[in-house]
């Protein structure tokens, strides 16, 4: 199973919100890129990276941070946060980012999804936020009144390479991740998927590689790190790829 730590970026430090709620943040003194070259000594391959900036604008607020994150660790990166054109698509892939995320842009407009993986083939991942099964879009503030499976069957063969599955109701909240919604999510789906929001321990970790699903990808763990819930070498015993 892959492990995606996580950064949050919002003017330019590394944050984490409860909930998705900019006005409940936490503030790190490291920035993200020294962050991102901790989880690179640690071993670890993989980066979960979201530009809350951008979540909040439409724009690339913070692509040069990710441009020499991409240019000093040899890691593959997942960035997410306000990416609404297929410009601002571009401008990520031509970094060297492995995947960019879509989310409330492709629940919003479903074709622009299904154009974005024909002209990004192998590179979009679809972000699915969801809060007691509804997803949520632009930033957690707007119940998008779609039930989750249903717009994942709508869309499962549009190609995305990846779906990030995310509780609202866990996320930042350490109180361990929805495994019974990220196994329906995940059973469903025809892409591999990541669990995200709410890994509080180790434990967390150990039981999402004992789902024995296998169309579960990876687990993203973000808040318990900076908290030091989860130590980083504890964390990295656990890497499988």
């Known amino acids: 199973m892959k492990i995606f730590p996580a950064i949050d970026i919002k003017d330019k430090k590394c944050v984490r919100l409860i909930k998705g709620d900019f006005e409940n943040k936490t503030e790190y003194e490291t920035s993200p890129i020294d962050q991102a070259g901790k989880y690179k000594d640690y071993g670890f391959q993989n980066l979960h990276i979201v530009d809350l900036d951008g979540a909040l604008t439409g724009e690339t607020v913070n692509l040069n941070i990710i441009q020499e994150i991409v240019s000093k660790f040899d890691l593959k990166i997942e960035i997410g946060g306000g990416i609404r054109t297929f410009e601002s698509i571009k401008k990520y892939t031509d970094t060297g980012v492995e995947k960019v995320i879509l989310g409330s842009a492709a629940i919003k407009d479903k074709n622009f999804l299904k154009e974005a993986c024909q002209k990004f083939p192998n590179k979009i991942a679809l972000g699915l936020d969801a809060k007691d099964g509804y997803l949520s879009i632009s930033g957690w503030k707007e119940n998008s009144n779609q039930l989750t499976l249903n717009f ?66 990876g687990i993203i763990v973000g808040k318990a790190i900076f908290d030091g819930d989860i130590k980083l070498e504890e964390l990295a015993k656990e890497i499988d790829a």
């Not at 990030?164 to 930042?172: L, P, S």
């Not at 350490?174 to 892409?191: G, I, L, R, W």
């Open 152 to 217: 994942l069957k709508e869309v499962n063969n549009y190609g995305a390479s990846r779906l990030i599955y995310t509780d609202i109701n866990r996320d930042g909240t350490k109180q361990s991740p929805n495994f019974e919604e990220t196994a329906k999510v995940a059973d469903t789906s025809k892409c591999p998927v990541i669990i995200s929001g709410g890994v509080s321990s180790i434990d967390d970790i150990k039981k999402a590689k004992g789902l024995n699903n296998k169309n579960i990808e």
